[in-house]
T-cell receptor, first 113, second 112 residues
Framework: NAGVTQTPKFQVLKTGQSMTLQCAQDMNHEYMSWYRQDPGMGLRLIHYSVGAGITDQGEVPNGYNVSRSTTEDFPLRLLSAAPSQTSVYFC????????????FGQGTRLTVV | TQLLEQSPQFLSIQEGENLTVYCNSSSVFSSLQWYRQEPGEGPVLLVTVVTGGEVKKLKRLTFQFGDARKDSSLHITAAQPGDTGLYLCAEGNTGTASKLTFGTGTRLQVTL
């Protein structure tokens, strides 16, 4: 039972490069989301999705794009990386409902130089 | 945007000591979750509290939700090195566990 799988685990980008962070879950969860974690700031929501074909912005969406073509996958795209996007990125999924647990992947540590 | 403040930011204690960490909000929580995050891993849910005044126990961990639902605490009895990690409170104010507002966390280190 894999849960939430993120790839890659580590990535170094040059300013201006683009890349996609992959996230896949095998629990048939409706909801998926992306967070970034920076020192002293906790986790902040970037984008989220309540089902295939539906996405919405979170607290810090600028510089990131998402799409949700299937229930299982929710990739996060950086179109033109900036040093301010250096962070640890977490993907999470959950069943519908307020009291449900969010299940997190192991994270992707991204450095933009 | 709801602000969640956690205190203390850092806590270093010896094995066997007791500790309490706090989570306070600028407004009323609809529900509150506590997560623990170990280095190199994503957060893992410990508990969800919903009702004002609610107390939940998970082995040596006791979680309390304030009567006014604007604060919560986590008490650990007889801490062990395995309790080391980042403790995060989170509020799902929009009805979904995947759109959470997190506190800044309390980093706990328990030494032998």
């Amino acid at each position: 039972n894999a849960g939430v799988t993120q790839t890659p685990k580590f990535q170094v980008l040059k300013t201006g490069q683009s890349m996609t962070l992959q996230c896949a879950q095998d629990m048939n969860h409706e909801y998926m989301s992306w967070y970034r974690q920076d020192p002293g700031m906790g986790l902040r929501l970037i984008h989220y999705s309540v089902g295939a074909g539906i996405t919405d912005q979170g607290e810090v969406p600028n510089g990131y794009n998402v799409s949700r073509s299937t229930t299982e996958d929710f990739p996060l795209r950086l179109l033109s990386a900036a040093p301010s996007q250096t962070s640890v990125y977490f993907c999470a999924s959950s069943l519908q409902g307020e009291l449900r647990s969010a299940f997190f992947g192991q994270g992707t540590r991204l450095t933009v130089v | 945007t709801q602000l969640l403040e956690q205190s203390p930011q850092f806590l270093s204690i010896q094995e066997g000591e007791n500790l309490t960490v706090y989570c306070n909000s600028s407004s009323v929580f609809s529900s509150l979750q506590w997560y623990r995050q170990e280095p190199g891993e994503g957060p893992v849910l410990l508990v969800t509290v919903v009702t004002g005044g609610e107390v939940k126990k998970l082995k040596r961990l006791t979680f309390q939700f304030g009567d006014a639902r604007k604060d919560s605490s986590l008490h650990i009895t007889a801490a062990q090195p395995g309790d080391t990690g980042l403790y995060l409170c989170a509020e799902g104010n929009t009805g979904t566990a995947s759109k959470l507002t997190f506190g800044t966390g309390t980093r706990l280190q328990v030494t032998l």
